[in-house]
């Protein structure tokens, strides 16, 4: 990046603080010769291959624009506190305008509860009706429910972290938008790297698919381990599916078994009620 034109660099640079805007401070470079792969190769999918090598890109070379300072390491990185953390991550979203959710009825930025050093964490879709007067994830009917999923394993609320994928109520408690659930998601990524949980687990279709990247339907998603950034990661069934279906509460209370073998923890005989 140190020999580009300065034309080239300034753009480089405001490209990147439109990022910081949004949230994302994490960039990868592809190896060129990767990048003219795929330009040449038309049928070469878009997406990046997971196995593709990644490059971080070099924060200095920027630095030597004084027209631009974009801040490549996250604004939380070197803050060893976790509330500090995460509180500079709520300061960061501000009163967010970044999708069209601002302007379409939500009170207030759903932003996350519960102990930031947690070993455990879970993660939703989106705030609801009650979740957005509350300003808390998972206060309502379905929050009830996974209140007693975490009291069925043996824990507490306060001893995980509940988050969402996206932190503004849409309207109607439709599902969030693709967009949606994109330009939110890297607040969360950052949330997850300040709480650092051993285990994650995604509640329902939207958390599994926007966290994992794959289109599959819930009873092939759930029952198994995914690596999630180096994190180990369950999908189960979302608690409002569960209030319409409990049946499946069954299969809940085994996705939950198998998180609490993997963290330790004692297995009580009675399951999610
Ligand atoms: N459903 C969710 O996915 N999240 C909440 O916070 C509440 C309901």
Redesign the pocket.
């Known amino acids: 990046m140190a020999h580009l034109e300065p034309e080239i660099r300034k753009a480089v640079a405001a490209r990147l603080r439109y990022y910081n805007e949004m949230g994302i401070y994490d960039f990868y470079q592809r190896p060129a010769e990767q990048v003219l792969d795929q330009r040449f190769a038309a049928s070469t999918p878009l997406e990046e291959p997971e196995t593709m090598p990644r490059t971080k890109v070099v924060a200095a070379a920027l630095k030597e624009d004084s027209l631009a300072e974009p801040v490549i390491a996250r604004p939380e990185s070197g803050i060893s506190d976790p509330v500090e953390a995460l509180r500079v991550i709520r300061e960061d979203i501000g009163d967010c305008t970044r999708c069209r959710l601002h302007k379409q009825g939500r009170k207030q930025i759903?932003f996350g509860v519960g102990n930031p050093n947690a070993d455990l964490m879970f993660i939703?879709?989106?705030?609801?009706a009650?979740?957005d007067i509350q300003g808390e994830?998972?206060?309502?009917r379905?929050?009830q429910l996974l209140t007693n999923m975490i009291k069925a394993m043996g824990l507490g609320r306060e001893d995980v972290y509940?988050a969402?994928i996206i932190k503004c109520r849409p309207p109607g408690n439709r599902t969030p938008e693709r967009d949606e659930c994109e330009t939110c998601s890297p607040f969360l990524m950052r949330q997850i790297s300040v709480v650092a949980p051993k285990a994650i687990v995604a509640?329902?279709a939207?958390?599994a698919k926007t966290l994992l990247a794959i289109n599959a339907p819930m009873a092939e998603l759930r029952g198994r381990w995914y690596d999630f950034r180096g994190t180990k990661l369950a999908v189960t069934y979302?608690?409002?599916f569960l209030l319409r279906d409990p049946r499946q509460k069954k299969e809940t209370w085994k996705d939950l078994q198998m998180v609490m073998r993997e963290m330790g923890l004692p297995m009580p005989s009675k399951g999610v009620e």
């Open positions: 759903v939703g879709e989106a705030p609801g009650d979740e994830p998972f206060v309502g379905a929050g509940i969402n509640l329902g939207v958390a979302h608690p409002a």
